[in-house]
């Protein structure tokens, strides 16, 4: 098994313009996380789908941000327009069930300019 | 409000020195709790899982413990390459709730 497969690994991009993060989950897990991880706030929850159904976006940060997950084995994570503050490495994780250990990609770390 | 507390924040042992990490939790009814290990650039990686008091998980030169208020990951005789941040987890409905991790760096 792979594992969870994100990428890119690092972008750089100037503010303003678009961004999308792109993930494959392990197959056959059911449930998909994006996370976010500064220095200040640590790892937060952005989205949570479950059985590609958004179940919970309360943490994604305003509508510049949005998530889609049109099959089992993708998810997107975009950010139009990009902001400075939106600088952070972002994680993508999935899991078997709810409530159980989720497993995470090697994340990408953006870069706002 | 913290559901997970993590302490020390930052831990330096000297190789072979054990030690202990400490996570408490606030949630009631508890359904597990996670370890993890991130190294620099990397994504958090999965140790282990406890789900009853007293239950108690081995790996390597690490061994997790959980009480009902507590977890404590035990760090025996440790190597240059433990060095890395440990995060707890608890769910939280559906999701994860890490703590803010501790930072261990063990000099040769």
């Known amino acids: 098994d792979a594992g969870v497969i994100q990428s890119p690994r690092h972008e750089v991009t100037e503010m303003g313009q678009e961004v999308t993060l792109r993930c494959k989950p392990i197959?056959?897990?059911?449930?998909l996380f994006w996370y976010r991880q500064t220095m200040m706030r640590g790892l937060e929850l952005l989205i949570y789908?479950?059985?590609?159904?958004?179940?919970?976006d309360s943490g994604m940060p305003e509508d510049r941000f949005s998530a889609k997950m049109p099959n089992a084995s993708f998810s997107t994570l975009k950010i139009q327009p990009s902001e400075p503050r939106d600088s952070a490495v972002y994680f993508c994780?999935?899991?078997?069930?709810?409530?159980?250990?989720?497993?995470f990609g090697q994340g990408t770390r953006l870069t706002v300019v | 409000e913290d559901q997970v507390t993590q302490s020390p924040e930052a831990l330096r042992l000297q190789e072979g020195e054990s030690s202990s990490l400490n996570c408490s939790y606030t949630?009631?009814?508890?359904?597990?709790l996670f370890w993890y290990r991130q190294d620099p650039g990397k994504g958090p990686e999965f140790l282990f899982t406890?789900?009853?008091a007293g239950e108690e998980k081995e790996k390597e030169r690490l061994k997790a413990t959980l009480t009902k208020k507590e977890s404590f990951l035990h760090i025996t005789a440790p190597k240059p390459e433990d060095s890395a941040t440990y995060l707890c987890?608890?769910?939280?409905?559906?999701?994860?709730?890490f703590g803010a991790g501790t930072t261990v760096t063990v000099r040769a």
């Open positions: 789908f479950n059985n590609n159904v958004p179940i919970d």
């Open positions: 987890a608890v769910p939280e409905d559906y999701k994860l709730s």
């Open positions: 949630v009631s009814g508890l359904r597990g």
């Open positions: 197959s056959g897990h059911n449930s």
């Open positions: 994780a999935s899991g078997r069930q709810t409530n159980t250990e989720a497993f």
């Open positions: 406890l789900y009853s």
